[in-house]
């Protein structure tokens, strides 16, 4: 059967069930903004014609950037459907507008939406973190109008899933009954620990310029995100890591990470976040046992976790990163933040550690007693792995579960 994916990045969230449908022998196709090719999937490329309004009512702003993005996806999709393509199902990711027009081309066409992260004033990321919080009246509105499009998305589709149970709780309750609870799955056979990892044949170059060696007795702590960013407690790790390394002698930090902004507010200008807070305790730190990466290839981000002795993954309440997974797939101890949705999958003493997110001197005892006592914590390790085994690997768990809608919903098509 015929089947559109319609994501401004695919294939994002996707990458695994776009090609296991169309190794299925269904006629799949992509629509994107970008230009990366997945094999046995045609993907058409569509544009936006013009940028937000300069002098548009700046409470419209976003809504408008939505627009503009649903309105060059609409003009790739009516030319779709003049070459005779007419999909049974279309699965999309609301989150960038491209789905307002959608059923406007495609009336008969069911949608299976991809469910993110819904916005709210309390409970979540807004106004959490007090360095940040500007919840005054007119930020209030802004978050408000921030899901004007995904309610209307919510309104046309017929099923879902989002990642996490914490997720889809953030979704108004009376579309509960159509949100399924799916991560995008783990693929547990490929993260993995490593049996014959050598750790003396790594080297890396610290934030002096200076190239160093591992050795075995090295004490390796991880910290990885995309970009280095507040969402995602960059500020709050910092600040911890002088009296980490102050407690721990044999350590070293290993961060792994950009220099953009993923979400929240964009750091001054001129400056990055990661400058920010490296500038605010960099005279406090051994930079000679710190190294910063930038944005690592997959295969070599697996080796970083490889090497890690204690893995740190801070959070606001926002989405969970495949990072917090991936790591304790690695067999990693990992601290995190207690923030939902961490704290859906990391118990307590059991699979990993939790620390409030704010609490500087906690997260530096949790690290310590990882770093100084690892015999511990070898059972924890263990439990971290079967955990994502158990719960969200990619061929045993989230793709059959993700292949099983698409069926029922392709069954109900025909």
Not at 15 to 42: E, W, Y
């Amino acid at each position: 059967m015929k089947i559109l994916f319609i994501h401004q990045n695919f294939p994002g969230q996707f990458k695994h069930l776009a090609p296991a449908l169309s190794q299925l022998g269904h006629d799949v196709r992509a629509l994107t903004m970008n230009d990366r090719r997945v094999p046995g999937i045609q993907s058409t490329k569509y544009s936006v014609k013009q940028s937000t309004s300069k002098t548009i009512f700046p409470l419209a702003t976003d809504f408008e950037t939505k627009l503009i993005r649903a309105e060059g996806c609409a003009q790739a999709l009516k030319k779709l459907l003049e070459s005779g393509f007419y999909p049974d199902l279309v699965i999309a990711h609301p989150g960038w507008g491209e789905t307002m027009f959608l059923k406007d081309i495609f009336p008969n066409t069911k949608q299976l939406h991809f469910l993110e992260f819904y916005y709210n004033n309390t409970g979540g990321d807004v106004g959490f973190d007090p360095e940040f919080d500007n919840i005054y009246t007119d930020a209030s509105f802004r978050v408000t109008v921030k899901n004007a499009h995904v309610l209307m998305a919510l309104n046309d589709m017929d099923r879902a899933y989002a990642p996490t149970q914490w997720q889809k709780s953030r979704y108004p309750k009376a579309f509960h009954s159509k949100i399924d609870v799916i991560f995008d799955g783990i693929n547990t056979s490929e993260v993995k620990p490593s049996t014959n990892f050598n750790r003396s044949q790594v080297s890396l170059k610290n934030a002096n310029g200076q190239t160093r060696t591992l050795h075995e007795g090295d004490q390796v702590i991880t910290f990885v995100n995309r970009n280095l960013e507040p969402y995602r407690g960059y500020h709050v790790f910092m600040r911890a890591l002088p009296q980490i390394l102050k407690k721990n002698p044999k350590a070293i930090v290993i961060i792994v990470g950009g220099d953009a902004t993923s979400y929240g507010s964009a750091p001054p200008p001129g400056k990055t976040w990661k400058s920010v807070y490296l500038d605010e305790v960099k005279d406090r730190l051994d930079l000679s046992r710190v190294f910063f990466l930038g944005n690592l290839a997959y295969e070599h981000y697996l080796h970083v976790l490889r090497l890690s002795d204690c893995h740190v993954y801070l959070t606001y309440p926002f989405v969970l990163s495949w990072s917090c997974l991936e790591a304790m797939s690695m067999e990693c101890v990992v601290v995190g933040s207690d923030t939902p949705p961490v704290a859906e999958v990391i118990e307590h003493g059991h699979n990993g550690l939790l620390v409030d997110f704010f609490d500087i001197e906690k997260l530096s005892d949790q690290i310590t007693k990882v770093l100084v006592s690892p015999n511990d914590f070898l059972q924890m390790r263990k439990n971290a792995r079967q955990t994502v085994v158990e719960r969200y690997d990619l061929h045993a768990m989230s793709l059959p579960r993700q292949l099983a809608i698409v069926e029922e919903m392709l069954q109900e098509s025909k």
